[in-house]
Nanobody
Framework: VQLQAFGGGLVQAGGSLRLSCAAS????????MGWYRQAPGKQRELVAKITFAGISTYTDSLKDRFTISRDNAGPTVDLQMNNLKPEDTGVYYC?????????WGQGTLVTVSS
């Protein structure tokens, strides 16, 4: 499974960004898809994940501003981020679960200026 993530960039506080991640290769059998992030000097943390059936889970502190969605035809997983804050700055990684293993994308940088 190969993952290609895009959509990061520089945005002012209060702005929005939409991240997308496309899976290719051996995509049959992909189950959960999701996003993690890693802020400078901090550990990687879960942002949100979504099952094949479309059931989503969020880190509590983000669920009011972030929305995860997926298209199983791609498959792709998107993350809509609204009302961004400087503390949302970091590298965002997409992840997919495939036949019991996790596969990570290369990461896309999100920078939120105050």
């Amino acid at each position: 499974v190969q993952l290609q993530a895009f959509g990061g960039g520089l945005v002012q506080a209060g702005g929005s960004l939409r991240l997308s991640c496309a899976a290719s290769g051996s995509i049959f059998g992909i189950n959960d898809m999701g996003w993690y992030r890693q802020a400078p000097g901090k550990q990687r943390e879960l942002v949100a994940k979504i099952t094949f059936a479309g059931i989503s889970t969020y880190t509590d502190s983000l669920k009011d501003r972030f929305t995860i969605s997926r298209d199983n035809a791609g498959p792709t997983v998107d993350l809509q981020m609204n009302n961004l804050k400087p503390e949302d700055t970091g590298v965002y990684y997409c992840i997919v679960a495939w036949l019991g293993d996790d596969f990570w994308g290369q990461g896309t940088l999100v920078t939120v200026s105050s």
